[in-house]
């Protein structure tokens, strides 16, 4: 059965709280998500990584509940509870039967009012996340795709790793986090998204005893203001590491999330790098046999945007893989793609929406999502019809506007590094192969 978006409501309560619902009562599950607007681009450099450790800490105890008894609770229920931290956002989410629906947002609710921050507990996880940080620098892509952030945002606050730092980390104190979750975890700055087998009257009659009735003093607008556009003016950053590959990543000016454009960009990707019949991995593995994975990507943020492209490849093979890719972003940027291209990257798109329906949590998470970035409901079917008007030129001209090479960012990760901006900046048509 089709949910079209006119079955999804948002409602803002008095203190500026939404709420978002998606019923789908074809479902026997419901997904609860509390989003947050406290993300990394939020933070004072001497607060680096702050959201992300409070992330942690709503899960080691409140005021009526041990770290154990909210671990025990989810799962005598049979559901499951999570969390991450983004950029520009924080998400606490349970998926359960939907008749626990409830008692998981209660859980939720418990987390977000009443965490208490004792100093032991606070200790032990800031070890936990320090040891994170210490798992990421071994993780030889994310470190690459880390490095390149910094370098293609340097000077702006996307360019901060959501980890913070371990200098930063060892500064903070449990005071910190009360303040910095008194000002942010606010009426205003909170969206909740549930999806699934939930009517939108139970949802709001949760929600209003759960969260609006609980504000008080954090009855307030969020703190924080609109994302200032970077000046990308392109960048490279290495790491030396002894290991067995080069993990090269590469970035170019993108798209905010709500461009009129972001379709034709997903467009783009879907021929260009994401999938297995788009024209990296075939020419890059599947001709050439020079690595093992390859992917092209858009990462979409407020006022802000991205291209990545991101390999690992032998060390004696970098300069033939930068040359194919590099090869393929010319032919893109001349020619465009093909309508049978065309009429494969809409299929793949709108596939994947269509399919996303069917998981309550991936519908809560982009309607929750969608919602702290404009303030508006997401529209599935405006999706579709967007994607269903892309045209070859959209994509072509979007082509040529997203790989110019003056604003290419790079990152190298390696036993020896290489200059792979330059290298790629540099590459003619006799190295294309």
């Not at 320090?130 to 910094?150: H, I, R, W």
């Not at 008080?216 to 990308?232: C, F, K, L, M, Q």
Request: with cysteine; charged share 25%.
């Amino acid at each position: 059965m089709w949910y079209n978006s006119a079955m999804s409501e948002m409602i803002t309560f008095d203190s500026g709280l939404r709420l978002i619902v998606t019923p789908n009562p074809a479902v026997r599950s419901a997904s609860v998500g509390v989003f947050v607007k406290a993300g990394s681009v939020y933070e004072r450099p001497e607060q680096g990584g702050i959201s992300h450790l409070l992330e942690h800490m709503l899960f080691k105890g409140t005021k009526k509940r041990t770290a154990f008894d909210i671990a025990n609770e989810i799962d005598s229920l049979g559901a499951q509870i999570n969390a991450y931290t983004a950029k520009s956002s924080t998400c606490y989410h349970t998926l359960s039967r939907d008749v626990h629906a409830a008692e998981c947002m209660e859980v939720l609710a418990d987390m977000y009012f009443d965490a208490t921050f004792l100093s032991d507990e606070f200790a032990k996880e800031r070890k936990v996340v320090l040891e994170e940080l210490a798992e990421s620098e071994d993780t030889p892509d994310d470190l690459c795709l880390e490095k390149l952030s910094s370098a293609f945002f340097k000077g702006h606050a996307l360019g901060r790793s959501i980890l913070g730092t371990a200098a930063t980390l060892k500064e903070m104190r449990p005071e910190d986090l009360t303040a910095y979750r008194d000002s942010h975890y606010v009426s205003g700055g909170t969206v909740i998204s549930v999806a699934g087998n939930v009517t939108v009257d139970d949802a709001r009659g949760m929600v209003t005893e759960l969260f609006e009735k609980r504000f008080g003093e954090r009855a307030a607008a969020s703190p924080v203001g609109t994302v200032s556009a970077a000046e990308v003016k392109g960048g490279f950053s290495h790491r030396k590491k002894q290991i067995e590959q080069t993990h090269i990543a590469f970035a170019f000016p993108g798209l905010a999330y709500d461009s009129n454009r972001a379709m034709a960009m997903r467009m783009l990707a879907a021929v260009f790098g994401m999938e297995m019949s788009s024209r990296l991995f075939q020419s890059v593995r599947e001709k050439r046999g020079l690595c093992y994975s390859i992917m092209g990507y858009p990462s979409f943020y407020e006022n802000n945007g991205s291209f990545v492209i991101y390999t690992s490849v032998n060390p004696g093979r970098v300069e033939e893989a930068v040359a194919a890719i590099r090869h393929e972003i010319d032919l893109i940027v001349a020619d465009g793609i093909t309508e049978e291209e065309l009429k494969k990257g809409r299929e793949q798109l709108v596939t994947g929406m269509v399919l996303g329906q069917e998981s309550t949590s991936a519908m809560m998470k982009a309607y929750g999502r969608h919602a702290m970035m404009t303030g508006e409901l997401y529209d599935m079917d405006e999706k579709i019809a967007e994607i269903e008007s892309v045209t070859r030129d959209d994509v072509l001209a979007l082509a040529r506007e997203v790989f110019v090479f003056d604003k290419m960012a790079a990152s190298c990760v390696a036993p020896e590094i290489e200059d792979v901006r330059k290298m790629m900046k540099e590459c003619t048509d006799e190295k294309h192969g």
